[in-house]
C-alpha cells in the first residue's frame, strides 16, 4: 500500500512541476503556437510598416523616428521599419523643415512606399 502511494504522489508532483513549467517553456516547443499565451502581441509585431525614405535635396537630412536618430544622405535612400502612427521628425535643420518640425506620421498606406523629401 505505501508503493503505490508513493508513486501517486510522484506522478502528482510531475504533474504539478510539468504545469508549472509550461507557461514559461510554450514558445520554445516546436509546438509553441498551440500553448501562446499572448496572440496579439504577434499582430502588433507584424503591423509595423516599412518606409523608405528618399532625400531627394542637396543637403544631408536626418530624420527622428521612435527616438533615434537616421541620416539620409542626398540623393540616398534609407528603410525604417516603424508601427502605425509613429511620427517622423526632422532631427537637422534645412530649407523646407527646421530641427524638431514635424515631417508626416507613418501610417499604413505608406507600406513598401518611398517618400520624397527635401
Known amino acids: 500500500m505505501e ?51 528618399y532625400n531627394a535635396g542637396r543637403m544631408f537630412q536626418d530624420v527622428l523616428v521612435e527616438g533615434k536618430i537616421y541620416t539620409v544622405k542626398p540623393h540616398e535612400y534609407l528603410m525604417v521599419k516603424a508601427p502605425s502612427g509613429t511620427p517622423v521628425f526632422a532631427a537637422s535643420s534645412t530649407l523646407e523643415y527646421r530641427k524638431g518640425d514635424l515631417m508626416f506620421a507613418i501610417n499604413p498606406k505608406m507600406n513598401n512606399k518611398t517618400i520624397a523629401f527635401q
Do not use: C, E, Y
Not at 502528482?12 to 510554450?26: E, N, R, S
Open 3 to 53: 508503493q503505490k502511494s508513493h508513486t501517486t504522489a510522484r506522478a502528482l508532483a510531475v504533474l504539478i512541476l510539468a504545469g508549472a513549467m509550461a507557461p514559461a517553456t510554450a514558445n520554445a516547443w516546436p509546438i509553441g503556437k498551440l500553448f501562446h499565451l499572448h496572440p496579439a502581441a504577434d499582430q502588433n509585431r507584424d503591423a509595423a510598416i516599412n518606409v523608405q525614405f
